[in-house]
T-cell receptor
Framework: QKEVEQNSGPLSVPEGAIASLNCTYSDRGSQSFFWYRQYSGKSPELIMFIYSNGDKEDGRFTAQLNKASQYVSLLIRDSQPSDSATYLCAVRVSGSARQLTFGSGTQLTVLP | GAVVSQHPSRVICKSGTSVKIECRSLDFQATTMFWYRQFPKQSLMLMATSNEGSKATYEQGVEKDKFLINHASLTLSTLTVTSAHPEDSSFYIC????????????FGPGTRLTVT
C-alpha cells in the first residue's frame, strides 16, 4: 500500500464549478499535510498546508483534514482554466523530521 | 517570501561529463534542502536530503558517488551529476525548508538536464 494515495485522474470540471481533490495516507502519526500545484514542465508550487482537523480556507482554496479517517482534501471554488494542473498531496510523516512523502498527483482540467 | 532559485534552468551536456546544479534560498535560511528527480508524467522522486554542514542522506537506489551533494551554507546546496549518461536526463528540482512550524517545503524552478 502506498503511503500517500491520490486518484490520478484526469479530473475534469467546468469553469466556475467546485473541484474536489482527495488524498488518503497510511501513517496515523502523520502531522502536517500539504497541497502543491504543478503545471506541466514546471516545479511544484505550495498552495497551502494544514495540520489541525477541520477546514482551512485561503481564497478560493479550502483544505479539509480528517485524521480519524486519514483523509485530506482540497476544494477549489469557482474553478478557472488557469487552475488546470497536477495537484500533489504531501504528508510529513512521524519520525521523518522535515521530509515529505508525495502522492502521485491528480491531473485537473478546468473546461472553459 | 520563501523564494528558492536554481541554476541553470536548462543544461545540455555530453555523455561522460559532469554537471553542477545550484539551489539557493533567497530570503530565508534553509536548514534542510532536498533534491528530487522527475521523469516525464511521473511523480517526484526524492533523491537525497541535505542538512547544512553535514553529509547528505541518500534514498535507496540513489548512487551517492554519482550524485554529489554539498550543502555548505544555509542558503546554498549543490548537486553534481558526475559522468552523466543519457539515462540521467531528467528534471531535477530542489526544495528548501527552514524553521517554520509545519516545515513546508518551497521548490526551486527546476533544472532540465539533457545528456547527449
Amino acid at each position: 500500500q502506498k503511503e500517500v494515495e491520490q486518484n490520478s485522474g484526469p479530473l475534469s470540471v467546468p469553469e466556475g464549478a467546485i473541484a474536489s481533490l482527495n488524498c488518503t495516507y497510511s501513517d496515523r502519526g502523520s502531522q502536517s499535510f500539504f497541497w502543491y500545484r504543478q503545471y506541466s514542465g514546471k516545479s511544484p508550487e505550495l498552495i497551502m498546508f494544514i495540520y489541525s482537523n477541520g477546514d482551512k480556507e485561503d481564497g478560493r482554496f479550502t483544505a479539509q483534514l480528517n485524521k480519524a479517517s486519514q483523509y485530506v482534501s482540497l476544494l477549489i471554488r469557482d474553478s478557472q482554466p488557469s487552475d488546470s494542473a497536477t495537484y500533489l498531496c504531501a504528508v510529513r510523516v512521524s519520525g521523518s523530521a522535515r521530509q515529505l512523502t508525495f502522492g502521485s498527483g491528480t491531473q485537473l482540467t478546468v473546461l472553459p | 517570501g520563501a523564494v528558492v532559485s536554481q541554476h541553470p534552468s536548462r543544461v545540455i551536456c555530453k555523455s561522460g561529463t559532469s554537471v553542477k546544479i545550484e539551489c539557493r534560498s533567497l530570503d530565508f535560511q534553509a536548514t534542510t534542502m532536498f533534491w528530487y528527480r522527475q521523469f516525464p508524467k511521473q511523480s517526484l522522486m526524492l533523491m537525497a536530503t541535505s542538512n547544512e554542514g553535514s553529509k547528505a542522506t541518500y534514498e535507496q537506489g540513489v548512487e551517492k558517488d554519482k550524485f554529489l551533494i554539498n550543502h555548505a551554507s544555509l542558503t546554498l546546496s549543490t548537486l553534481t551529476v558526475t559522468s552523466a549518461h543519457p539515462e540521467d536526463s531528467s528534471f531535477y528540482i530542489c526544495s528548501a525548508t527552514g524553521l517554520a512550524a509545519a516545515y513546508e517545503q518551497y521548490f526551486g524552478p527546476g533544472t532540465r538536464l539533457t545528456v547527449t
